[in-house]
């Protein structure tokens, strides 16, 4: 069955997880029912869900993509529209962690809910087994578990059990609405408690603290062993616990604790933590109170560190930096003198250990529990993925002379490494001591496969041109940051030619965290620093025309964004056929921020867009008049959905929710294109000349009168709308694409000679924060 | 000359633009059930009517192609009647009475349907197409934002933010007050929209305190005293008077209101447009042969408090009979439309309340004020 049989989804529960659930939903374009109970007091019985949605429209990060969204929950109260479970074809129960209440409603849930209707809980530690408990064969066979993570659009991960009874259709088909429509990967889990992530990544965060605390690490210390060197992201460990919250550390340990098999090494971990209760009783439970192991001073922006000697907070220290050879190499960090060796082996030791012993207990193999921790935890490196960088053998042998327990499939591994690429097909090890595939969802294609098994048709050092089958060619970025540069362009002219005369598509895209933030700033703050100015000039003209090139190529070009596509990396999207971005895709020419207008032909394509938006008044002032907005202010959408909003997307343009799919998906856009494509036509444009200037330029000074925009906002501005006006021109000339890109390069190069951009630009690059001078 | 005379006024309910309940009304057909009303109301006979002339600040898109004309067929008048769409900015609607007298006076005709429209939510402010000359854009403030010349207003007059928060609470409390006592009852035209008929005003916020007024940002300079709470809202709306002559009014057993007894118009600085009423209210009052203290009623357009203080200062105006009912800070400043309704209220005021002579009174954009002076019949 496909997830189109998903058509109407109830979720019972309008919690954090539950409301962002059915955010979620929303976001996917499917209308969601979200019932929570009647509030004792009020008149509004819907109050509680109602409430949920409304706090949710001012969260942020936002847990809705688009406003469209947030108007396909319908709100509604479990007394009086309980039997309107009927209409769905998803019930998700996210209630109080209560069996008897869970019981309760699936009790009422039976009789009501169509035959059929998939239910499934979040639970995060009640079995399956004891759920339906007492319910009939029908309930049973449609029930599961789908437990997601916080918050649900951003978090990739869902582990799904499916118990003994459930009909394999029924849970297929919520797994491919979770997967295609919710964007999430699928994590298959056995009935346990804590399934994989949590129960890891508790243990994890436990092991972490107690032997920071007995070891005599600061808080700084412990983040810099146990953070970057291991893949763990920027949080740190201590991080993280501030923004789960240090009140939820007790309320886990009991529920495991409660639930965990006898001998499970996760209770070696429990004992009194006189401090974190003294933290907890004292309200300063982590980032949502202002203050946990860190404290956040919002006045001064400084963030102080917990003193765990004082339980006091004090200017936070820098460690010592980890001897080189630690920050990549497992083995050497875990040797490392000092206090930097013991602590990585405590942490990875215990924890790689530990996961290494759930295989065949919590889930069926390797690749379940690495995905569980790297789309749950963020980690950069599955528990296995670590091991193999540290060595299997050195861990099994460690552990042993130290009169560990060495897990099975560690000795099933001996020296081996439990990952391997056979033939450009990487392979895991199984508990039955073999090698076997790694096996993609069906449907899901990745450059990163397609690089294993082929060499690049053409690639420099900043980009690459692959061969995505099918006569479709992928132009992947592979700089730094995937920064754009001259030698990303240079490669754009080389594809052109080849592509056309090899294949039928290209499609724009990498799998990097970010599509690209735009051009590399550093290497032109350099030229600036050297006074290159020709070189510059350069720059802008060769991207200019190596975007043009893609424009008018005799093929489509179809760019796949996800994450930031910012400036250049926005500019080349505005230059593609089509996009199918990524629903998770930050687009914007943010320029302005650093004291530059877009110059790789980002003021003529948005321009183009906005004259040709319905519904726009008639004239010359309208498009420029939004472009302007959009570009001044250097706006960043925040979703695909809301990039549509924007003109960056067009309202054709594609949506994948997973991020897995999208370039299948971009793929598929780029082949529907091939058959009778003839390139755009160049655009001309009417523009208002030095009259709309002005107007623009007033709006520019009430911004500033309000202490919205800095005097260098305004000197930029100034130059933003004297190329979307179309500078001297004339309301009745006709400025051509060329006239646009000249204007562009005059006033990138004048803003770019500017002192105060320069500063901008250092500032950008020193802190990542904007300089607003 | 042939005596000019008020014989009926009529307005929509004005709402916020943007949120309000007219936000999704055509100003054409809001313009027009409004005129409908007045014809019904009256009782005049539409064939007499010579002409519609109506006020619109900024007559493009859907208030545009001579929105006066097409209001004339919407309404389902005589095709023999007229239209003309005057603009003056705020004082648009004024001046489409000023010229009905006008043409009266010459014997141009006997009965005039002088209205005013302008529906923000659906035209912006500057219109469509702002495209201001720049060169007087950096030699003079003829394109100021009107905020910022309220602050201008402010600073020149040393108006405090208290006394402008004050003054802006007394405008909510009387509009307030009015509403209870339902003043306005009379002179709303109920307007059909596609969510159901709409009645009443939207604008006004009774209940509103100078003190919490104290706590709201300024809005057009981050150190200056003139906030959103202290400025007139944009607003919807649409107003209506009939025009006429004395000697047609009282032949057809028309309800007169008052009779027009000068008129004035003058231009000052851009920069400071608020203090436009002081010069156009002395010429009229001259003109008149009346002097300030005289009047018995004054409906001074509240396009800012501090203007407002300031035009009442300089001109030693008593501020009891200033908008007895609210101000536009209540009530809302539907630009086009504004003009019609105060020298419609102020004509009904007179009336209601007794007393010998009115003053309408406003300032205009771009620096000139615009003044009516009114006399009891």
Known sequence: MSASTIEKVCVIGAGTMGAGIAAQVANAGVPVLLLDIVPKDGDDRDAVAKGAVAKMLKTDPAPFMSKAAAKLVETGNIEDHLERVAECDWIVEAIVERLDIKQNLYAKLEKLKKPGAAVSSNTSTIPLEKLIDGRGEEFRSSFLITHFFNPPRYMRLIEIVRGPHTDAAVADRVVDFVDRKLGKRVVPTKDTPGFIANRIGTYWLAVAVNAAMDQGLTIEEADQIGGKPMGVPKTGIFGLIDLVGIDLMPLLTESLTANLPKGDPYFDTVRDQPLIERMIAEGRTGRKAGSGFYSFEKKTRTKRALDFATGEYR??????????????????LTNAPGKTGPYAWEILGKVLAYSASLVGEAADDITAIDDAMKLGYNWKYGPFELIDRLGPGRLAERLEKEGREVPAILKTAG???????????????????????????????????IKRKSKPLI????????????????????????????????????AVPLVAEKFKALVVYNEGSNFSAGANLGLAMFAVNIAAWSEIEKLIAGGQDAYKALKYAPFPVVSAPAGLALGGGCEILLHSDAVQAHAESYIGLVECGVGLVPGW????????????????????????????????TATVAKSAAEAKGYGFLRESDGV???????????????????????????PEFKLPGAGGKAALMLAVDGFRKRGMATPYDAVVADALAEVLTGGNADLTDTVTEKNMLALEREHFMKLVRDPRTQARVESMLETGKPLRN | MRNTVIAGYVRSPF?????????????????????RGLVEKTG???????????????????QGFNIARLVGLLADLPISVGGMTVNRFCGSSMSAIHIAAGQIAIGAGEAFICAGIESMSRVPMTGFNPMPNPELAKKSAAYMSMGETAENVAQNYNLTREEQDQFAARSQAKAEAAIKAGHFTDEIIPIATRNGTVDTDGTPRPGTTAEALGGLKPAFDQNGTVTAGTSSPLTDGASAVLVTSE????????????????????????????????????????????????????ELNEAFASQSLAVIRDLGLDESKVNPDGGAIAIGHPLGATGARIVGKAAALLKRDGGKYALATQCIGGGQGIATVLEAV
């Open chain 1, 315 to 332: 200017d936070p220290v820098k460690p010592q930096r980890l001897p080189p050879r630690a920050e990549g190499d497992l083995h050497a």
């Open chain 1, 415 to 449: 020296e081996r490494p439990f990952y391997r690429v056979e033939d450009g097909q990487r392979q895991y090890l199984g508990l039955d001591g073999t090698y076997h595939d790694v096996v993609r969802a069906e449907g899901v294609l990745m450059l990163e496969d």
């Open chain 1, 459 to 494: 690639r420099n050092g900043s980009a690459a041109l692959w061969d995505a089958g099918d006569g479709v060619a992928v132009l992947e970025f592979t700089a730094k940051m995937n920064a754009l540069d001259g030698e990303v362009m240079k490669l754009i002219g080389k």
């Open chain 1, 601 to 632: 032909g980002g003021c003529g394509e948005m321009l183009d867009r906005w004259r040709n938006m319905p519904k726009q008044p008639k004239g010359p002032m309208p498009p420029v008049t939004k472009v302007f907005e959009i570009v001044s």
């Open chain 1, 656 to 682: 994948t929710m997973n991020r897995d799919r999208l370039l299948a998906d971009a793929k598929a856009k780029a082949l529907s294109l091939v058959d009778g494509y003839t390139p755009p036509e160049a």
């Open chain 2, 15 to 35: 709402h916020l633009a943007g949120k309000g309940a007219l936000a999704r009304v055509r100003p054409d057909d809001l313009a027009a059930q409004t005129i």
């Open chain 2, 44 to 62: 005049v006979k539409a064939e007499d009517i010579e002409d519609i002339v109506m006020g619109c600040a900024f007559p493009e898109g859907e």
């Open chain 2, 247 to 298: 000697d047609y009014a009282k032949e057809h057993g028309l309800p007169i209101l008052a009779r027009i007894k000068s008129v004035a118009i003058s231009g000052c600085n851009p920069e400071t447009m608020g203090l436009g009423p002081i010069e156009s209210s002395r010429k009229a009052l001259e003109r008149a042969g009346i002097s300030a203290d005289q009047l018995d009623v004054i």
